[in-house]
C-alpha cells in the first residue's frame, strides 16, 4: 500500500537506528515526517525517496578509502 504511515518504532527498525535517532532527526528536519497529535508519522513513499536521495548523494567507499591511503602515503 503506497499510502502507509509508520511510527518511529518501526522507521527505526527499517533503518535500524535507535527510536531517539529517528526523533532527533524529525524535529531537525532531517526525515520527511508530520506530527498527528503531538506524535511523529513517516509516510513509506517519503521514506523510500530519502533513503533512494541519500544512496544517490553518498560518495563511493572505495574511491573514499583510497584518496585516505593516498594521503597517508603523501605525508610519510
Do not use: C, H
Amino acid at each position: 500500500m503506497s499510502d502507509e504511515i509508520l511510527t518511529v518504532l518501526e522507521v527505526a527498525a527499517l533503518l535500524k537506528v535507535a527510536d531517539k535517532t529517528v526523533y532527533t532527526m524529525a524535529q531537525q528536519g532531517d526525515l520527511p515526517a508530520f506530527k498527528v497529535r503531538g506524535q511523529w508519522r513517516f509516510r513509506r513513499q517519503d521514506l523510500d525517496s530519502w533513503m533512494a536521495s541519500q544512496v544517490q548523494g553518498a560518495p563511493e567507499r572505495p574511491a573514499a578509502r583510497s584518496n585516505a591511503r593516498t594521503r597517508k602515503a603523501t605525508r610519510r
